[in-house]
């Protein structure tokens, strides 16, 4: 997109070239009922997230086109129900994680984002029950474990200095607490089974 601000002023383009990037991957999950609307709110949902599976997956197709972690748990709930578990995934939530935030950085810098990587690495092993995935990932796992178990107060809740949920909680610091707290239970159950 192009926007000309000043009055008057144009733009002439000798040619435009645009690179459209695909990835064949069959759709093995469906959802059908009896609104239209609701079906079609799905296949629109279900098309974005196929076009975010790029290089890795992606967080907009449109906008931003990073992978951000604190968006990968949901994408990856998609993923693996409507395309099951492709290698662009596995590698996304594996390689790339790893080499791009290693240990002690948080990923994409917040702490809360590596919770939500280990939520959606568990899933995935839920999901697959591929326990190559998980070796891959042990020894990343038994390190964020461990710094993550610096959070834990002596009262048993747990809490980050500036912990980020969302942009509609972003001030409110009671509900970052116990929605950081709640994160921290839900992981360590998760990573629990995955022991």
Not at 5 to 27: I, K
Not at 33 to 49: G, P, V, Y
Not at 102 to 115: D, E, R, T, V
Not at 145 to 165: D, H, R, S, T
């Amino acid at each position: 997109r192009l926007d000309l601000v000043d009055e008057g002023t144009a733009v002439n383009f000798d040619s435009v070239r645009a690179v459209f990037t695909y990835r064949d991957l069959p759709w093995v999950g469906s959802f059908k009922s009896s609104d239209e609307r609701l079906n079609d709110i799905w296949k629109i949902a279900a098309h974005t997230q196929h076009l975010t599976m790029q290089g890795f997956v992606f967080e907009g197709a449109k906008r931003d086109r990073l992978i951000w972690y604190g968006d990968i748990h949901p994408q990856t709930m998609t993923t693996l129900h409507v395309f099951g578990a492709p290698q662009v995934l596995r590698d996304t939530l594996g390689l790339a994680a790893r080499e791009t935030w290693p240990l002690p950085k948080w990923m994409n810098g917040m702490p809360n984002y590596s919770l939500w990587w280990l939520m959606s690495v568990g899933d995935l092993y839920r999901y697959t029950g591929n326990v190559d995935d998980l070796k891959e990932q042990h020894q990343y796992i038994k390190g964020l474990m461990a710094q993550l178990e610096k959070y834990v107060g002596e009262n048993g809740c747990a809490a980050f200095e500036n912990p980020f949920l969302d942009w509609p909680t972003a001030d409110n610091r009671p509900a970052l607490d116990a929605g950081t707290h709640a994160m921290f239970v839900m992981t360590f159950e998760r990573v629990a089974e995955l022991a």
